[in-house]
């Protein structure tokens, strides 16, 4: 019979944990990748150490890896889709056109809202950053405006998507997991998302966009990039086919598909490369151009299978992690007895949205941030007459919205790796993902709010 986990035995293995991260990659400034993998060891000999036989520990750690293969699939089809755009001439069309009518000083307000309308039709902001969002980091870098604060634009665009379309799965799983309709959910989001949005919107546009803009460092760029592509409006089809696909709520992994073939068809009739070779050394390691221009170089060699290896290797480390502490049940010791001694209502809500942003930095995914909380608060959300549409809103702010800020997340690595901007720099930008949770808790705190947050005559109970 396996052992049950004690409250202080779950506290011992999750300080061991996050001291040992918080030292590793926040003072010593190392890669994620060594100190999660030796966070792993350390859970796994202290599990075994208090009595969690290795047939356990070994399938825990399987099943953590299971729940790794489709953001794993999607991975590598983005890098190869990137790689893929490059060498069709989408990307550099966008660019050329964008540097025409993207101003510097309104662009991140522009890539904000043009991010959002993408992911409010896609519901997906893994397919936003990886289109329009990698289009926009090149316009970034051609107008000198800060890749860190493009990154954030994109990124908060990407995730309101994310957060309030119908037609995205983490906003069809928390009310599943909460209990109620999608679209009660969908309008009480409104209360913490709309004030984001407005604060988000003030920042970005008085955000220092850009300095001085040389305009003929950009005619040069365009020069480099009519030299090097085909520029038209034909390379405009492929991303076209994958937001058509999107909405037509197709699996992200054939929609992925059909924007590489597309991609490649493009690159055969209007760049006229029809080398089966090329074809499949691009999509391996990356574009490569031959350009002289620095600035065009450094935008478009990018991409391929290998690109997206750094990531993949994170997710599987990190989620071999969260499968030892969901299934050898240190997380449900753990809560269990910290929801036991709370009184008030608003209590349980900040206690509901700590959750999710612990096992955010424990697992770094963005379902199980959703699952777990969701499963263990939900019973007492009903005894206490709390609204449950609360807890979905609360899941959905400090899950959904937290996983990007985690540089171990699943989100976190790959907004990453497509965008080519490092977790820790775009995180001051990303205003919209660390304010709507800070709402959802001020809604709490605050009694005048309260109201809002947990309903009329339920927030002391």
Known sequence: MDRQLTFSKSILIIAFILALLFISIFLLKAEPHLP?????????ALLRLFGIPWKKLE???????????????????IGILIAVWM?????????YYGMDYIKPHLFAVSALYVTIVVSMFTGSSFTTVSTVGVAFMGIAATTGVSPALAAGAVICGACFGDKMSPLSDTTIFAPAVAGIPIFTHIRNMLYTTVPALIVTTIFFLFAPSAGTVDLSSIEQIKFALQDGFRIHWLTLLSPI???????????ILPTLIVGIATGLLVTAVVQRETAIDVWFQVMQSGYQTA???ETVASIVNRGGLQSMMWSVSLILIALSLGGLLQHCGVIEAFFKKVVQPLKRGSSIVLMTGASSIAVNAMTGEQYLSILLPGQMFKDEYNRRKLPAKTLSRTLEDCGTLVNPLVPWGVSGAFFAAALGVPVPEYVPYAVLLWISPLITFGYALIPKLQKNALGPNTWSA
């Open 87 to 95: 060498m069709s001439g989408t990307v550099p069309t966008i660019l």
């Open 59 to 77: 399938a825990s750690i399987l099943q953590g890896i299971q729940t790794a293969i489709m953001p794993i699939l999607i991975l590598s089809l």
């Open 291 to 293: 350009s002289a221009n």
């Open 241 to 251: 086919a994958v937001i058509a696909c999107s909405i037509k709520r197709m699996p």
């Open 36 to 44: 999660l993998l030796a966070a792993t060891v350390g859970t796994a």
